[in-house]
């Protein structure tokens, strides 16, 4: 997973939400903040671990 995060690191749409996941932020469908989980267009769910929660309310915020 490490590899295709520094492969992507310069591109400003993806982010890894948990050490499983790498999500495209352009098909987000929702966040459910309760569960912290994200809910992307094709309906799969994506955990957001508790650490990268700050992180990713910034990038929600900057979009």
């Given amino acids: 997973m490490k590899f295709f ?3 992507l690191q310069n591109r400003n749409n ?3 939400t948990h050490r499983s ?7 987000i469908k ?3 903040k309760g ?3 994200i809910v992307m267009d094709n309906d799969v ?3 957001l ?3 990268r929660r700050h992180e990713f309310d ?3 915020n900057s979009i």
């Fill in 49 to 51: 671990a508790r650490e």
């Fill in 35 to 37: 569960e912290n989980n």
């Fill in 14 to 16: 993806f982010f890894r």
């Fill in 58 to 60: 910034a990038l929600l």
């Fill in 5 to 7: 995060e520094e492969i």
């Fill in 45 to 47: 769910t994506v955990a």
């Fill in 30 to 32: 929702k966040f459910l």
């Fill in 21 to 27: 996941f790498l999500i495209n932020i352009n098909f």
